[in-house]
């Protein structure tokens, strides 16, 4: 399978701390997104790192790719409880296909 | 802008029976349609690529007499399971793109539609 995987597969944490999570990908890419899904929901699109990119910041996110390691973290900083939700990164090469990670569920708890 | 809608947002059906589920681009033009099938719990998984006009780039394992795609215009795709059984239960989501205007793969997704066949 050409999906990613990312770590941790689920993540408790209280509000304002901060929350990373990380995906790994098998193949070499153009570009690697984060999204998110509130449960039952469709997905709302974080942020885009470029593969010559290897940090990228958008309000409380910071997304790195290191494409030698083919992994990406994310990080959520000063987290709320509205951050719950599931978090997918997607990568895509040469095509359209976005190939997604197999997610992590963060919860965050008030 | 960008918005992207799905009807029905739910729906449930006997064994057997049809299902059609329409993903539409509200304020845009979609080239490029997507739908993704997920599981609960689970990741998204690309079932078919469709573009304006042409026929639907089936994923390896998803049966094309299946799931019947139509993309008849650039901002209405159509997505049929046909003699549904309970194992096409699933959350399917589709995602619409522009090759026109975006200069990344950015593609916009739909809330999804839930479909339980009993």
């Known amino acids: 399978s050409q999906q990613g995987e990312e770590d941790p597969q689920a993540l408790s944490i209280q509000e304002g701390e901060n929350a990373t999570m990380n995906c790994s990908y098998k193949?070499?890419?153009?570009?690697l997104q984060w999204y998110r899904q509130n449960s039952g929901r469709g997905l709302v699109h974080l942020i885009l790192i470029r593969s010559n990119e290897r940090e990228k910041h958008s309000g409380r996110l910071r997304v790195t790719l290191d494409t030698s390691k083919k992994s990406s973290s994310l990080l959520i900083t000063a987290s709320r409880a509205a951050d719950t939700a599931s978090y997918f990164c997607a990568t895509d090469r040469n095509t359209d296909k976005l190939i997604f990670g197999t997610g992590t569920r963060l919860q965050v708890f008030p | 802008g960008a918005v992207v809608s799905q009807h029905p947002s739910r729906v449930i059906c006997k064994s057997g029976t049809s299902v059609k589920i329409e993903c539409r681009s509200l304020?845009?033009?979609?080239?490029?349609m997507f739908w993704y099938r997920q599981f609960p719990k689970k990741s998204l998984m690309l079932m078919a690529t469709s573009n304006e006009g042409s026929k639907a780039t089936y994923e390896q394992g998803v049966e094309k007499d299946k799931f019947l795609i139509n993309h008849a215009s650039l901002t209405l795709s159509t997505l049929t399971v046909t003699s549904a059984h309970p194992e096409d239960s699933s959350f399917y989501i589709c995602?619409?793109?522009?090759?026109?205007?975006?200069?990344?793969?950015?593609?916009?997704f739909g809330p999804g539609t839930r479909l339980t066949v009993l």
């Open positions: 193949t070499s890419i153009n570009n």
């Open positions: 995602s619409a793109r522009d090759l026109r205007t975006s200069d990344y793969n950015e593609q916009f």
């Open positions: 304020d845009f033009q979609a080239t490029t």
